[in-house]
């Protein structure tokens, strides 16, 4: 045998094999297509996910810059308390102040500072037992 023939028998042995209804080559195809095809809808999914994420993303935007607005005007809102709170607790103290009898706030009294006077002194009793006579 020559090289022509070898070459010619071996053409003829291979294209007998792939045409085998069974052949590996065939199979290893389909599965290859299978696969491509999955593959294709998972990058389907994928790219609407993608989509589905950047929404949020946007929407999470505006949810933080709505947060520091409210913490903004919650920040104003309690220094203005605040002030109007000072300004009340000054009013009272001096409404205190004017009506000694009258007292507004829960400030705690004043201790009176103790006199140089010492206090009245009370009687004893006898101590023999006897009334006095």
């Known amino acids: 045998m020559?090289?022509?023939?070898?070459?010619?028998?071996l053409a003829m042995v291979s294209g007998f094999l792939l045409t085998m209804p069974g052949c590996i080559v065939w199979e290893i195809r389909d599965e290859m297509r299978k696969t491509n095809e999955t593959l294709?809808?998972?990058?389907?999914?994928?790219?609407?996910?993608?989509v589905q994420l950047d929404e949020v993303n946007g929407k999470m935007d505006q949810v933080d810059k709505?947060?520091?607005i409210l913490t903004d005007m919650q920040a104003?809102?309690?220094?203005?308390?605040?002030?109007h709170l000072a300004s009340l607790r000054k009013t009272i103290a001096n409404i205190d102040s004017t009506i000694p009898f009258l007292?507004?706030?829960?400030d705690p009294p004043e201790e009176e500072t103790p006199s140089a006077t010492p206090p009245e002194a009370t009687p004893l009793e006898n101590p023999g037992?006897?009334?006095?006579s």
Request: aromatic share 0%; hydrophobic share 25%.
């Open 40 to 50: 294709t809808q998972v990058s389907e999914t994928l790219a609407r996910v993608q």
């Open 2 to 9: 020559n090289i022509k023939q070898a070459t010619c028998a």
């Open 66 to 68: 709505t947060n520091q």
């Open 129 to 132: 037992g006897k009334s006095g």
């Open 103 to 106: 007292s507004i706030s829960d």
């Open 76 to 83: 104003t809102s309690l220094k203005h308390l605040d002030e």
